[in-house]
């Protein structure tokens, strides 16, 4: 449940291993900008020039919102690892519990696959999804939700060398890209085999991908 001061309204289903994102309203502007040595005064400004578009293209979508995406829930044996997407629309709370609930739009493009452990992060308009593992294996890929439109699309260039879960990860705005730091969590193949060793083994590293190239 979701819970402001001393009330807990809107209600999803028990969950772990999820993820939760807050959307920013666009009224509403803190930008960290993080200039490279050789970043020209031309390029810096450009960066922020796209920054201040995709802050009025998020208007499109809920202004000031929590995404929820995926996590482990259900009941007894009908537990599973979800696909699912819920949005809280907090700029209609009014402090009444009918003004705090839960949806689950209707999403466009390719969904990642079901996952828990994963993390995410927002950036602008842009809801990045990363890593996590289910029933049937462990995951290295990064999708993108863009919000104005609902949209899914998976970063086939932001694929990591092994699966990894149980870690963070957060966004910072940087010219000209905006960079996503990750770091931690469990990484490793089942046989033992890949450079991280065996499955579960916990990580100290920090890892950065640039969302221009979407590269690591």
């Not at 449940?1 to 009330?7: P, V």
């Not at 930008?31 to 040595?37: F, H, K, M, T």
């Not at 995406?69 to 907090?90: I, N, S, T």
Request: proline share 4%.
């Amino acid at each position: 449940e979701m819970c402001i001061r001393d009330r807990c309204v809107g209600r999803l289903q028990e969950l772990v291993r999820h993820q939760v994102c807050l959307v920013a309203p666009v009224g509403i502007r803190v930008r960290i900008v993080a200039l490279e040595d050789s970043t020209s005064l031309e390029d810096a400004q450009r960066a922020l020039s796209e920054l201040d578009e995709a802050a009025a293209a998020s208007a499109e979508g809920p202004a000031h919102a929590l995404y929820v995406f995926g996590g482990y829930g259900g009941y007894g044996y009908a537990r599973q690892d979800l696909d699912e997407l819920h949005v809280l629309d907090l700029a209609k709370f009014d402090g009444t519990e009918e003004s705090m609930s839960w949806s689950r739009p209707h999403t466009l493009g390719e969904p990642p696959a079901r996952r828990s452990s994963h993390t995410a992060c927002a950036l602008g308009s842009r809801l990045y999804v990363m890593g996590g593992w289910n029933a049937a294996e462990q995951l290295r890929d990064v999708h993108v939700l863009y919000v104005p439109s609902v949209t899914w699309r998976g970063v086939e260039r932001g694929r990591r060398g092994a699966p990894r879960w149980g870690h963070s990860a957060t966004g910072v705005v940087a010219v000209p890209h905006a960079k996503i730091f990750m770091f931690g969590g469990r990484a490793g193949e089942l046989d033992g085999k890949s450079a991280e060793g065996a499955m579960g083994q916990l990580r100290s590293d920090m890892q950065v991908m640039d969302t221009g190239s979407r590269s690591w």
